[in-house]
């Protein structure tokens, strides 16, 4: 009996424990979230830092954001143009194609990519800072490493999220144009005007910027945080890494229903 | 990795991704030169503006000339009030006629400009006054009906 009700408490324990955790995790990352601002002046009057952190994780992701995009928008275009077509609208495709990538696609899959290659990266690095002791030397010399090392990688996550959902954007147009014109035969014409009739500029393609900078915020802040919490051993630095990309996941999904829902109702 | 490379390699990322957006501006989206040109704002009044939109086209002979700006209600009169910004291209007499017409057959509504024979022209702030209300469909099959009921008597 005894044995029983063990187990029974220490399970009750363990989500009890889990859930403060979380929360005191939470506002140790919103307070780190404000350092930042504070300390934000330094990114831009240094702003060779920012740019150094851009090329880290905007150029180095150009590769497999192209890549990726130009295979969604040709599985768009296919799988698009195959129910299309049963009903007799096979011109909409381009709209299809459209549509899904500007208001949805290109913002939530470039930040699931930028999570995990950019934001593992972030916290790797951060992470190993903070083990050898990199971070607690700056602050010995005066220099404080919130404003040196962290606040330039915010600030150009924050920049390049946006720049690099409308590459997606723009190349998955394009691969559903490779299927659907040149292989499947819709007609170009019909193509491009339909989709010029029906994307309007502010509210599906200014909607998409703006639910990209959304998660370049929350993605490049729960990369940093990892990072900066994490136990200085590479066993924590690497189970920090994959807490990014699964905290920065589920945000990015859950940030997207709710900015939906608010655009959709204007 | 030096300097100079690093600068020329953000450089041309932030030049791919200014000009993926422009394209997605100007060729996907429907920002054209027509928005940004000037224009000139003209009111009519409507009983029933049916599907009418902020937005939605104002067409003289099926070509866009201008957009609708703004729909709002008279309390006073109890009818719609719309503004339209005309392109100042085009300039249409002071008897126009504005008709709200549905583009193909369950698509959205635009506003049909149809020139009249004065010779002054509208200018900015001027009211359209001849206008001819959206097609309700209700209000068609109760007509169709009544007229049925009232052929079998």
Known sequence: MNVNTNILLKFFEKIGHSFS???LRLGAATRLFFLILVYSADSFK????????????GVMSLVIIIVSAFFVGMVLGLQGYYTLQ?????????VLVALSLVRELGPVVTALLFAGRAGTAITAEIGLMKATEQLSAMEMMAVSPIARIIAPRFWAG????????????MVGVLGGYVVAVPIIGVDEGAFWSQMQANVDFRFDIVNGLIKSVVFGIACTIIALFEGFDAPPTAEGVSRATTRTVVTSSLAILALDFVLTSFMISG | MDK???DAWVGIFVAIGVISLLGLAMKVGNLTSNDIRETYMVTANFENIGG??????????????????????????????????????YVFPKDTFA?????????????????????KNLEQGDRIT????????????????????????
């Open chain 1, 21 to 23: 955790s979380r929360t």
């Open chain 1, 46 to 57: 240094r702003i060779h830092l920012t740019i150094r952190e851009i090329y880290f994780t």
């Open chain 1, 86 to 94: 049963k009903y007799g609208s096979s011109e909409a495709i381009g």
């Open chain 1, 158 to 169: 924050v920049i390049t999220m946006p720049i690099l959902a409308s590459i997606f954007s």
């Open chain 2, 4 to 6: 100079i490379k690093l």
């Open chain 2, 52 to 89: 009418l939109k902020p937005r939605a086209p104002v067409k003289g002979a099926g070509v866009v000339v201008g957009r609708v700006n703004s729909i709002v209600f008279d309390t006073e009169a109890y009818h719609a009030i719309v503004s339209i910004d005309i392109d100042k291209r």
């Open chain 2, 99 to 119: 008709n709200i017409y549905t583009a193909g057959l369950l698509g959205e509504q635009y506003i049909g400009l149809e020139a009249g024979g004065e010779e």
């Open chain 2, 130 to 153: 001849q206008t001819q209300d959206a097609v309700v469909l209700e209000k068609l099959i109760s007509q169709f009906l009544y007229s049925k009921a009232s052929e079998e008597e």
